[in-house]
């Protein structure tokens, strides 16, 4: 786990979570948020991730995180990205 990042859960109903993201976003981060959404989808298939509490993103972290969300989203859930970063987490 990294020390400057911390993801919040929160199931907003029996069908949907918010996850609020904080701190610095880099490798061991979207390890640690890949873990997180495994989980949630499991769960429920609406996840939300809001990227407002986040400091700074590392590209590496990105090159990690967005193949895998890529294939969640397409395979079992609907992930919506909002806040601040959210451009960035956009899977083309």
Known sequence: MAKNFRVC?????????????????DASSA???INVLDESVKKTSKVA???DGLKTINAFGL???LP???WLNNTRGDIEVTGRFSGVF???
């Not at 949907?16 to 610095?24: A, K, N, P, Y």
């Open 63 to 65: 090159d990690v995180f």
């Open 90 to 92: 956009s899977v083309e």
């Open 31 to 33: 390890c640690e948020l």
């Open 49 to 51: 991730i809001d990227t």
């Open 9 to 25: 859960a929160k199931e907003s109903s029996n069908q949907s979570i918010s996850l609020q993201l904080f701190g610095d976003f």
């Open 68 to 70: 895998r969300m890529s």
